[in-house]
């Protein structure tokens, strides 16, 4: 974690504080916020596996924060940041995420204690097998109980290894493939999960930016177009975030902070897939000939512009630089990455944040879709796509033949037919179901922070919707 003061809390106090400052807001049981707010469970594992000639242990946990609703969900990091104060912080996020967004899941997060850039392909492989089979055998890897996604580390490839680790294990179990999500298309995943957590971010500044009170509160005006956009990390999350909103929405991403350094180009702006290829190619920014090098990547958080997403790791606006951020608003697109103490300062400037909870949760909202996939054991769109083209090109067919009888009295547009004409493949009801997902839990916050007196932030509003959604299903239940 990024902190840069002693009196800084870890990232699970953080979590806590900003729970503790919704729930004093709340009519609710002492014993019911305890019960939400503590984490249910913590598994720690060591494990060896043999490499190079030698055993090499290592350390992993998977974390169940509620079981309000089952499987849990969350992801798996690969980092040498990994510890048990950071998994329960993020899995205490899935909670409430979960809840926002309205994915029937509990909270839960895991890790590994590994650097994942140290190892070679096969190595990898056979070490997150075996933290699979860990996790497994415990239940903590299973389509009905705890189920993984990709995080800071992970991707497809670690998943597909995951769930077939799984599969292996449990040979006759028909639902395998749903007990992870993030999986490559071939091993049972769903288009639209890579890009799904940097689409929910655009998605998720778009519906803030169709709301001009809001856009207002943070002291901005207009549209994304136009917007100077600083990101940190170009990994998953940030790649895909900064790639949507300058290519697709016309903001300007003027700064990108990675591990090594940041590059910065006020003037002309950053070409977002030139700097991703240099970065894979070269695995840092550092030489980059189109725009300034800054060796202190942290600084640049600070540099002057319209939207800040943090798209990196936890706790990197802190008691340390909060006081000079410069960016109205801040989209919290990684993780925690302000920190309690911070988002006060933030606050009182008058800064928007826009909170992780809610703005990241992209990547969950396609998980689902792609379990919902995997226990249904179809596409999305297989059954109706066709039939819908065929009701569309009635439409087109009877007002082509009226156009005829009337003179060619008009005539449709190809690029309107073209369009019209097109069923829904996955991709496209993926992303459909996405912004409506984004669109929703955003009103459902905003909700919360324009009529409440005492709800001065979307944070706080957040906070509410989602332990409110927590306690009803708890009292639904019993506990
Ligand atoms: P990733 O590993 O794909 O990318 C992280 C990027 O950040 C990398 O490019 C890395 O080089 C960079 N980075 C690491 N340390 C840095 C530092 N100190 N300064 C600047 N850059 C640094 O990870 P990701 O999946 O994109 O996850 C990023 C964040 O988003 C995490 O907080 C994660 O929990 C959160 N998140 C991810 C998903 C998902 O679907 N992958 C979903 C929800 C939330």
Known sequence: MATSSPIEPSFRESVDLMFNRAVALMDLPPGLVEKIRVCNATYTVRF?????????????????????????????????GVNQDEVEALAALMTYKCALVETPFGGSKGGLCIDPREYEEHELERITRRFAYELAKRDLIHPSQNVPAPDMGTG???????????????TTDINAKACVTG????AGGIHGRVEATGRGVQYALREFFRNPEDVAAAGLSGSLDGKRVIVQGLGNVGYHAAKFLSDEDGAKVIGIIERDGALFNAEDGLDVDDVFQWLRANGGVKGYPKATYVENGAAVLEEACDILVPAAL??????????????PLIIEAANGPVTAGADEILRKKGCVIIPDMYANAGGVTVSYFEWVKNLSHIRFGRMQRRQEEARHQLVVDELEALSDSMGNAWSLSPSFKAKYLRGAGE?????????DTMRTAYQSMREVWHSRDDVTDLRTAAYLVSIDRVAQSYRAKGL
């Not at 000639?53 to 690969?78: A, L, N, Q």
């Not at 999986?183 to 071939?186: S, T, V």
């Open 183 to 186: 999986k490559p298309l071939n």
């Open 427 to 435: 991709l496209e009801l993926v992303r459909s179901g996405l912004d």
């Open 48 to 80: 060896g596996v043999r490499l190079r000639g030698d055993i090499k242990t290592f350390v992993g946990y998977r974390s169940v924060h509620s079981e309000h609703m089952e499987p849990v969900k969350g992801g798996i990091r690969f980092s040498m």
């Open 156 to 170: 497809e490839r670690e998943m597909a290894w995951m769930a077939d680790q799984y599969a292996r294990m449990n």
């Open 314 to 327: 936890e706790g990197v606006i802190n008691l340390g630089n909060a006081e000079r951020i410069q960016a």
